[in-house]
């Protein structure tokens, strides 16, 4: 199974930014998703997950209402809608795929994708 990131980049403090993560190898439909963020000398963080019918959503607290996630398994993407961006969100962003268990933990996915750099900064 591989994940792709995408949609990172450049931008002001209060935009929004819409990050992709596409899945190969196999299929959303048979995994627990989740999004993470390491900033530079930072531990990584748990964003946000989505459970397998995208009905049981769990956000991290510093996400304020600020980021949503949503998947669709027809096209094996999920997605994280980040709005009222901070530069405190700058870090690489991580797709992450898993079976359920200690979802707001890496340790409880099995696949990774490379990341996707956002940079808030005016």
């Known amino acids: 199974v591989q994940l792709q990131a995408s949609g990172g980049g450049l931008v002001q403090p209060g935009d929004s930014a819409l990050l992709s993560c596409a899945v190969s190898?196999?299929?959303?439909?048979?995994?627990?998703m989740g999004w993470f963020r390491q900033a530079p000398r930072k531990e990584r963080e748990f964003v946000a997950s989505?459970?397998?019918?995208?009905?049981?959503?769990h956000y991290a607290d510093f996400v304020k209402g600020r980021f949503t996630i949503s998947r669709d398994d027809a096209k094996n993407t999920v997605y994280l809608q980040m709005n009222s961006l901070e530069p405190e969100d700058t870090a690489v962003y991580l797709c992450?795929?898993?079976?359920?268990?200690?979802?707001?933990?890496?340790?409880?996915?099995?696949?990774w994708g490379q990341g996707t750099l956002v940079t808030v900064s005016s």
């Open positions: 992450a795929a898993g079976d359920g268990n200690y979802v707001r933990e890496p340790k409880g996915y099995h696949y």
């Open positions: 190898g196999g299929t959303t439909s048979n995994y627990f």
């Open positions: 989505i459970n397998w019918r995208g009905t049981g959503l």
